[in-house]
C-alpha cells in the first residue's frame, strides 16, 4: 500500500481532468458517450489554447445542458438550429472559434436544412454531430438514424422500413457537398477509439483555424437507458449493430 | 452628411440599416420586401462598413443567425413578410426568451395562409399578443412614411439594446413599396468588439478574463423560470412607462377620434379632412408604438369623444386594445378591407357616419 | 525492462458506476465495488493495485472523468 501512496503524487500525473470541464456533475446516464465526448473537447480546445477564442453552440437533446460543463463561451439553440446559429455568430465574429455539438434528431431530423446548408455554404465551423440511432432526452423515440428492426417508444415493434423508411446516413450525404473539407465517423466506446476521436477533433479545429471550411465529426454512440442496455452490453451491441450501418473512417478529409 | 433620396420603403430600411452602422443581416426573399436584401446586396456594405449580408435558406435560418450574431452583442437584423414572419416565431420567442436584442421587419401582407401579396395589417395579433409561445412582448414600431423606415431602423435598435428585447418594424406592403423623398441619416461607424464587450458583458465573444457567458432561454427548475418572467415582465412594464409613442392629427376639439397606424393612419388623415369639411369634429390618433401601447392617451380621449373608430385593414385586430383602453366610456367600433384591399379616404368616412354618428 | 507501476484514484462520488472503465483495463485491476455510493452506483475501485501499469485507458474512456491515473518514473521503479 504504501508503494501505491508513493506512486499517487502530483508528478506522476499521466492522465486527469482537464481544467476546461467544470466541476459540475454532468447529468448524463452512467455510461453515456456524451461525457466522453465533451471531455474530448474540452481537452482539444484546452491543448490547442481556444478558451478564450471558443464560442460553442449547444443542442437540444440530452446535450442541452452542455454549457453548464465546459468553460467556455455558449449560446443555446432552438432545435435543429445550431448550424445557423453558429452561421451566424462566426459571420459576425470570424476570429472566434465556433462549433455546434449536435444529437442525430438534431442534426438530422429538425435540422436536415440548416445542417445541409450550413455545410453547402461551407461554413467554417465545427460540427460534432452524436449519432446513438435514438432519440434520449424525449424517452427513447425513433430517430433518423434509427437501425431498420431497432425498437424505439415509435417503433415498439422495431424500425418497419415499409413504414419510417431506411435510417439516413446524413454524414454521408455532407461529404458530397463541396463546402465541407472533413467528414469523418468516429466512436468513443475503447481507449483507441478515444484516442481516435480526439484526433478528429483537434485536425477539424485546425480545419477552422486555417479556414478550410466545414468540419463535420460524427460520432456513433450509445444510449444505453433508451436502448435498455447495460453500458458495456451497449458498447458490444454498438459494434455489432450500428458500425455495419455506419463504418467508421474519414468520409472525407481535403 | 444628410443626403435626400426618392426611393421604396423597402429600399429605406436596408439604407439606414448601413448608414446607422448595423452589423449584420440575415433574409430570405418574400414579396412584398424582397427589396430590402435586393438593395443590401446591391450595396454591398461588406466591402464599406463590414456589414455582412447573407442570403439564407429559410426564414428559420434567417432569425437563427440574427440569434448567434445577437448573442454576440452585435446589431443583427432581418425582414420578411407575414409568411416568413410566421416561420420566424420560433426564433423570436428564443430571443425573447434568452433577452436578445435584435430588430425584424415585416411588411404585412394579406392571410390567412400564403394569401395575398397585396397590403394588409392582418399580424396585428401576431406582432402584439405573442405570436411564438410563452409570456413575452415584442417592441413594435409602426411606421407611417419612408421617412418612418428608414428612422425607426435605429430607433428600434435602440431600443432593442436598452431593454435587451426583440424590437419588430411592423410595416406593411403600402409603406415597403411605395415612392416617397426621404433624408437619409450620416453614416455612422459600426460598434467595435471593445466597446461591445464594455458596454454588453452578457455577449459572447470568447471567455477572456470573466466568468463564461451563456445565452439559453432553458431554466428547467420552475422557481428560476418563474423568478425570470418576473423579471421580463418588470423590464415589460418599465417599457410601457417609458416608451409609448403616438402621433395626434386635429385631436384637440375632436368629437369623434380615428385610431389608425401605418398606412391606415395615413389614408385616416385624409379621411379627418374630408369628415370636417362635412362638419364633422373628428382626430386621428396614430399610434406608433403598438406595443408598449398608447393605452392611457387612448383612455385620455374616452372622456372627450363620443365614439372611436379603430381603422385598420384587418378584420379588426387593434380595436380590441382600444377597447380595452376605453374601458366602455365610449363606444368603439372597427372599419378596414382586408384580405389585401386597402379602404378610400370616403370608404372610412362612410364607416364613421354609419356605425357611430346613425346610432 | 521493468513493468511500469501505476495507480488510479476514482472519485468515487462522481463514478456512475458504468463499468466501461472495467473493460478498458488491459490488465484487470478495475472492479465495481459491493458497496454504492451516495448516488446509489457501484463505484469502480482499484481491486488489483499490483497490477496497474498506468496506462490511463480507464481515465480515457471514462464519460464522467472520475479517475486520475498515475505512473511512476521509470527510474523510480527500476
Known sequence: MSEINSIISPENIVYQKTPLLTDATMHYCPGCSHGTVHKLLAEVLEDLGLQETAIGVAPVGCSVLLYNYIDIDWQEAAHG???????????????????????????????????????????????????????????????????????????????????????????DLLAQLPGTCYVTRQAVHTPANVRKTKKALRKAFENQMANKGTSLIEVVATCNSGWKMSPVQSNQWMEENMFPMYPLGDLKDE | ?????????????????????????????????????????????????????????????????????????????????????????????????????????????????????????????????????????????????????????????????????????????????????????????RWTNEYIEENYPWATMGKKNRERNIITSVQLEPSVQEAFNHKLQKKYRECEENEVRYEEYMCEDAEYLFVAYGSSARICQKSVEIARSKGIKVGLLRPITLWPFPTKQIAHYADKVKGMLSVEMSAGQMVEDVRLSVCGKVPVEHYGRFGGAIHSPGEVVEALENKLLKV | MAKAKGAIVVDTKACKGCGVCVTACPTKVIELAAEVNGKGYHYAYMANPDSCIGCANCGIVCPDTCITVYRAKADATA
Open chain 1, 81 to 171: 438550429r445550431a448550424p445557423a446559429v453558429a452561421t451566424g455568430i462566426k459571420r459576425l465574429l470570424p476570429d472566434k472559434v465556433v462549433f455546434s455539438y449536435q444529437g442525430d434528431g438534431d442534426l438530422a431530423a429538425i435540422g436536415t436544412a440548416e445542417t445541409i446548408h450550413a455545410c453547402n455554404r461551407g461554413e467554417n465551423i465545427v460540427i460534432i454531430f452524436i449519432n446513438n440511432g435514438i432519440y434520449g432526452m424525449t424517452g427513447g423515440q425513433m430517430a433518423p438514424t434509427t437501425l431498420p428492426g431497432m425498437k424505439a417508444a415509435t417503433c415498439p415493434q422495431g424500425r418497419d422500413v415499409s413504414h419510417d423508411g431506411m435510417p439516413i446516413k446524413i454524414s
Open chain 2, 1 to 189: 452628411m444628410r443626403e435626400l433620396k426618392l426611393m421604396k420603403g423597402n429600399e429605406a430600411i436596408a439604407e439606414a440599416a448601413i448608414r446607422c452602422g448595423v452589423d449584420g443581416y440575415f433574409g430570405y426573399p418574400i414579396t412584398p420586401q424582397s427589396e430590402v436584401m435586393e438593395t443590401l446586396m446591391d450595396q454591398a456594405p461588406w466591402k464599406t462598413t463590414g456589414m455582412v449580408v447573407l442570403q439564407a435558406e429559410s426564414e428559420i435560418a434567417s432569425i437563427n443567425m440574427v440569434y448567434g450574431g445577437a448573442g454576440c452583442g452585435k446589431r443583427v437584423m432581418t425582414s420578411s413578410s407575414s409568411p416568413g414572419i410566421s416561420l420566424m416565431q420560433e426564433g423570436i420567442t428564443y430571443l425573447a426568451g434568452s433577452e436578445l436584442p435584435c430588430v425584424v421587419v415585416n411588411v404585412v401582407r394579406g392571410g390567412p395562409g400564403l394569401g395575398t401579396i397585396q397590403p394588409a395589417q392582418s399580424d396585428y395579433f401576431q406582432s402584439v399578443k405573442g405570436g411564438g409561445h410563452g409570456d413575452y412582448k415584442l417592441i413594435t414600431l409602426a411606421p407611417a412614411s419612408v421617412q418612418e423606415m428608414a428612422d425607426f431602423v435605429e430607433l428600434a435598435f435602440d431600443l432593442a439594446f436598452k431593454y435587451r428585447n426583440p424590437a419588430l418594424i411592423l410595416s406593411d406592403g403600402v409603406i415597403g413599396q411605395m415612392m416617397e423623398k426621404v433624408e437619409l441619416g450620416e453614416y455612422k461607424p
